[in-house]
């Protein structure tokens, strides 16, 4: 059997590959609405949303030339960021042990 700690680790280095890997290969298509505006042809008189010139902006990470690192860099950022905010939500909100 597995210990937890391994376990873990396991599930951490595998979101890390799988993000900062596997995200360049994701999907080059436009996501739903975007196809609409275009199949409607409203995608032209679109603006930028307000933060398109964010550090993270288009699924990239702002100053990285290398698109692959870059795209690459962008998910690993996102894993740490949802593991950071889970983990601290899981430590808040779990339950205390009445015996301690």
């Known amino acids: ?4 700690r391994k376990f873990i680790v396991m599930g951490v ?7 900062g890997g ?3 290969y994701a999907s ?6 975007e196809k609409v505006a275009g199949d409607i042809g409203f995608l032209e ?8 010139g964010s550090a993270l902006a288009d699924y990239g990470v702002k100053g ?6 870059s795209v ?18 899981f430590l808040l909100l779990r339950r205390k042990n009445p015996k301690n």
């Open 28 to 33: 080059s298509h436009p996501d739903g609405l």
């Open 64 to 69: 990285i030339e290398n698109e692959r690192l």
């Open 13 to 19: 280095l595998v979101s890390a590959l799988l993000a």
């Open 22 to 24: 596997a995200s360049f």
């Open 45 to 52: 008189t679109a603006k930028d949303h307000t933060n398109s």
């Open 72 to 89: 690459g860099v962008a998910g690993l950022i996102g894993v740490v960021a949802t593991g950071a905010i889970s983990g601290g939500l």
């Open 1 to 4: 059997m597995i210990s937890n």
